[in-house]
C-alpha cells in the first residue's frame, strides 16, 4: 500500500517554470512505476509524464515534451514534475499516481495508487 502527497503548486505566469512534489509512503515506494497526470476544469483526466522503478526510463505526453521533466529520489520516496516554459493551457490539478507493474503507462486505469492533487494555474 502506498499514500501520495502532493505539493509545490502555485500561481505563475506564462514562461515561467514551478516545481510539484509527490511524497510517498510506504516500502514499496522504490519498486514502483510513478507518473504524473492532469486534469483541466470541463476535461479528462490526461497523462503528463512517468517514470521508472529506478529512473531509467521516462515517457512524456506531446504537448509537455521538451519543457516538463520527471524524476524520482527513491531515497526520499518522492517523485517530481520540473515543469518550465510553463503555458496557460497547462493550468490544471496535478496528480502523481503510482503503479506496482514494473512497465510504464500512460492510461488512467492502469495505476493503483493516487494523490488528491495540486492546483497549478498558468496566468497569461
Known amino acids: 500500500q502506498v499514500q501520495l502527497v502532493e505539493s509545490g503548486g502555485g500561481l505563475v505566469q506564462a514562461g515561467g517554470s514551478l516545481r510539484v512534489s509527490c511524497a510517498a509512503s510506504?516500502?514499496?515506494?522504490?519498486?514502483?512505476?510513478m507518473g504524473w497526470f492532469r486534469q483541466a476544469p470541463g476535461k479528462e483526466r490526461e497523462f503528463v509524464a512517468g517514470?521508472?522503478?529506478?529512473?531509467?526510463?521516462?515517457k512524456y505526453a506531446d504537448s509537455v515534451k521538451g519543457r516538463f521533466t520527471i524524476s524520482r529520489d527513491n531515497a526520499k520516496n518522492t517523485v517530481y514534475l520540473q515543469m518550465n516554459s510553463l503555458k496557460p493551457e497547462d493550468t490544471a490539478v496535478y496528480y502523481c499516481a503510482g503503479r506496482s507493474v514494473p512497465f510504464l503507462a500512460t492510461m488512467r486505469n492502469e495505476y493503483d495508487y493516487w494523490g488528491q492533487g495540486t492546483q497549478v494555474t498558468v496566468s497569461s
Open positions: 510506504g516500502r514499496s515506494f522504490s519498486s514502483y512505476v
Open positions: 517514470i521508472s522503478w529506478n529512473g531509467s526510463s521516462t
